[in-house]
């Protein structure tokens, strides 16, 4: 794709719309299954008939409560086909859908209603309904609350709380059928598809209008460059807030008539990996790092011979995949590692369909990519963010440029300011911020630049690498400029490192807060007999400490002396996605991470 003017229609196969493509693809693939996922411990199949009308009767439904277009609309729930029904529904009428993470307060749920003025409101369950009963004071013009799971609330009654089969047979009811398809067909291009909101580590969230041009865009320029097929099977398991999830599990699965399989859960993920075996599959680096610290811990249960024989396949599957033009004896040497280890190590972590593999949301640490190549899994990485519509840029399976997160897509520019910072051109721009000109002017420049906030290099080749965020940067009391994020993600290499926060600006020194990887901690203190009663005392073993400081030590001989961890402490407190110190995407957040902890970095200075 060459450079995309401003204004300049972009279509895939005909559509300029995701809803145009989407009911095409429903009308296409009929019965053909479309979603699965699991009920009572069974995977059940949806159709891509199922999908069009159960989002037909909904969107006739919101018509029928009085949403207008341009109207948010509300989604709080785990991932499930539900939440996609709400969500084309709401688009295809003209409304913005906006999803809820199920890890929100009821605070936050009140602060998004409020923002976004939305006025009907879908959550998943009595869970989720519990938040807005909490709170509903403070969001006076939610007027309709749609429940999808009856589960709990048998006895349930409030004039403003409706369940989704109501709410279904609402649409069904409709006296004017046909309206659902006039108003899909009256959604424009530069229509908003969705709003996304920001997580907010900096201040208030904030709501980014992604537009039906960035996504027919994104889908137009992945294809050039990804691989996808008809025939694919995916696992969806990131929050369907989130814009990665989005662009995969539903935009692009839809453009490619994809089967979305849904995981049970954020626990589940790697037992319904090797259920589903995807094609195909994106995930954040914590995904990664959490399979590698699974099979470091099968490798120490291995035995001696079976131990032996993981590091041999490890190497040659390392080597063959660094060669290009490997000799007779590697391949040979290769075959053996397939059909002996490789291949069945693929087969438990659920990969030995994957053609490709994507990492993206935050950095990843180089050897992390060559240890999945070695073991046969194409791991790529990527870079994105929710006012790129997704993705900016992206490497390939067979181009991939490690340590870069690749070339930006086909019709994106890519610059570097005098300051550092990345700006990013072309269609992927979000139209701004919801009801936030001021920010929106912070962001887009005049020229229609989108100012990233991350510092980056462009290579010769036109891979890009991210050394870190600008408000991230520590200057040291010394005036060293330091980048952070790369000696994070080589701490978090370590199979015992779960995250860890580097801190020094306008110190003497760096120092770090680690939060361990509790599985892998808490085995390594069984098989050493190290006492220990609950997480916080597991972290206050000297062992434990030992074993870190060892990480850090060898991580610093990468480093140049001015970029080496002097000291550090571990966060005793395990942490989930509902703590305000993890992001959704289970990323340390860290501002947070600073206040919260105040006490244990002043220690180290």
């Keep these: 794709m ?52 159960a989002a037909r009767h909904i969107g006739l439904a919101l018509m029928e409560l009085g949403v207008r277009k341009g109207e948010p609309v509300l989604i709080l729930s785990e991932d499930r086909r539900e939440w996609l029904y709400c969500d084309l529904a709401a688009a295809a009428i003209g409304a913005i859908p906006a999803g809820v993470y199920t890890t929100d307060s009821a605070a936050q749920l009140a602060y998004l209603a409020q923002d976004s003025g939305a006025r009907v409101l879908f959550v998943e369950n009595d869970e989720q309904l519990d938040k807005w009963i909490e709170a509903r004071d403070s969001m006076p013009g939610i007027d309709h609350v749609v429940v999808f799971d009856r589960d709990g609330l048998a006895d349930f009654a409030h004039p403003k709380v409706r369940f989704l089969d109501e709410i279904v047979a609402l649409g069904a009811a409709a006296a004017d059928p046909d309206r ?42 992945g294809t050039q460059v990804l691989d996808f097929r008809d025939s694919d099977n995916l696992l969806c398991f990131l929050p369907l807030c989130h814009v990665l999830e989005r662009l995969v599990s ?39 790092e959490k399979i590698y610290s699974r ?43 397939e059909i002996t280890v490789l291949a069945n190590l693929r087969r438990m972590l659920g990969f030995a369909n994957a053609r490709r593999v994507t990492s993206g949301a935050a950095p990843i640490s180089p050897e992390l990519i060559d240890w999945f190549a070695a073991i046969g899994v194409p791991l790529v990485e990527g870079f994105g963010m929710t006012e790129t519509a997704g993705v900016a840029t992206v490497n390939m399976v067979g181009d991939n440029h490690v340590g870069t997160v690749g070339p930006p897509l086909p019709g994106i520019e890519l610059k570097i ?111 050493r007999q190290i006492p220990f009663s609950d997480f916080a005392s597991l972290t206050r073993a000297p062992e434990v400490r030992d074993l870190i ?24 407190i395990l942490l989930t996605a509902e703590d305000e110190e993890l992001t959704p995407t289970m990323k340390l957040k860290r501002n947070f991470v600073n206040q919260r902890h105040a006490a244990l970095i002043d220690e180290m200075y």
């Design 417 to 527: 300011d005098s300051s550092g910072e990345l700006l990013v051109g072309g269609p992927c721009v979000f139209a701004g911020y919801w009801r936030k000109p001021d920010k929106t002017a912070e962001t887009i420049t005049p020229e229609g630049w989108l100012r990233t906030g991350d510092l980056g290099r462009i290579d010769n080749h036109g891979c890009l690498t991210i050394s870190g965020r600008m408000k991230d940067v520590i200057i040291t009391a010394g005036g060293k400029n330091i980048t952070p994020a790369e000696i994070e993600s080589r701490l978090k290499f370590s199979p015992y490192i779960s995250d860890a926060v580097v801190i020094g600006d306008r110190r003497k020194y760096l120092t770090c807060l680690v939060m361990i990887d509790q599985e892998n901690v808490e085995k390594f203190a069984q098989d």
């Design 180 to 221: 659902f398809e006039r108003a899909l067909a009256e959604v424009r291009p530069e229509h908003p598809r969705m709003l996304i909101y920001t997580s907010g580590t900096t201040g208030p969230p904030k709501g980014a209008i992604l537009t039906h041009r960035n996504m027919i865009f994104q889908l137009v320029a």
């Design 250 to 288: 539903v935009d692009g699965a839809l453009a490619n008539g994809c089967t979305v399989n849904f995981a049970e859960s954020p626990e589940t993920v790697f037992e319904n990996l090797q259920e589903v075996s995807p094609d195909s599959f994106a995930g954040v680096p914590r995904i990664w």
């Design 549 to 572: 400081g060892a990480v850090v030590a060898e991580t610093n001989k990468q480093f140049a002396n001015v970029e080496q961890i002097k000291d550090f402490r571990l966060i005793d």
């Design 295 to 337: 099979m470091m811990i099968l490798r120490s249960e291995a035995g001696p011979l079976g131990g032996r024989a993981f590091d041999w396949a490890l190497r040659v599957g390392g080597a063959y995949a660094r060669s290009d033009r490997p000799s007779p004896a590697l391949r040979l040497q290769h075959w053996l590692a």
């Design 2 to 53: 060459t450079r995309v003017q401003a204004g300049e229609v972009i279509a895939f196969e005909g559509h300029d719309t995701i809803v145009s493509l989407w009911a095409d693809r429903c009308a296409r693939y009929g019965d053909r299954v479309c979603h699965r996922e699991k009920e009572l411990g069974i995977w059940q199949a949806y159709s891509w008939r199922d999908y069009y009308q």
